[in-house]
């Protein structure tokens, strides 16, 4: 894991922070716990990107599902019971 300190930066500014992100994303330590990630832009933009396409894709596969019959209707209640929750 690529880290920095909080103290670092408060100390070095954003130059510790550009110096660590050579080696990747950098996890911020504070108070000796991961508290933030820093990203570049463009590794951001990657992970924006992809989490798109995953919810596309989702959305795709629950279409299919209801076009293809695999969908139930009911209520929250007749779901209970069916998974046998009820007290």
């Known amino acids: 894991m690529n880290t920095i ?6 100390r070095r500014g954003i130059s ?4 660590a992100l050579k ?12 508290q933030y990630v820093v990203l ?5 933009r ?4 992809a989490e798109d396409e995953a919810y ?4 795709r596969a629950s279409l299919e599902d209801v076009k293809a019959g695999r969908v139930k209707r009911g209520t929250a209640e007749e779901l209970i019971r069916e998974l046998g929750l009820e007290d």
């Open 46 to 49: 990657e992970l924006i990107e």
């Open 16 to 19: 510790a922070v550009e110096d």
């Open 40 to 44: 570049s832009e463009k590794r951001y």
């Open 56 to 59: 596309i894709a989702r959305v």
């Open 23 to 34: 080696k990747g994303p950098v996890h911020v330590i504070k108070n000796n716990q991961p």
């Open 5 to 10: 300190a909080a103290q670092d930066i408060k």
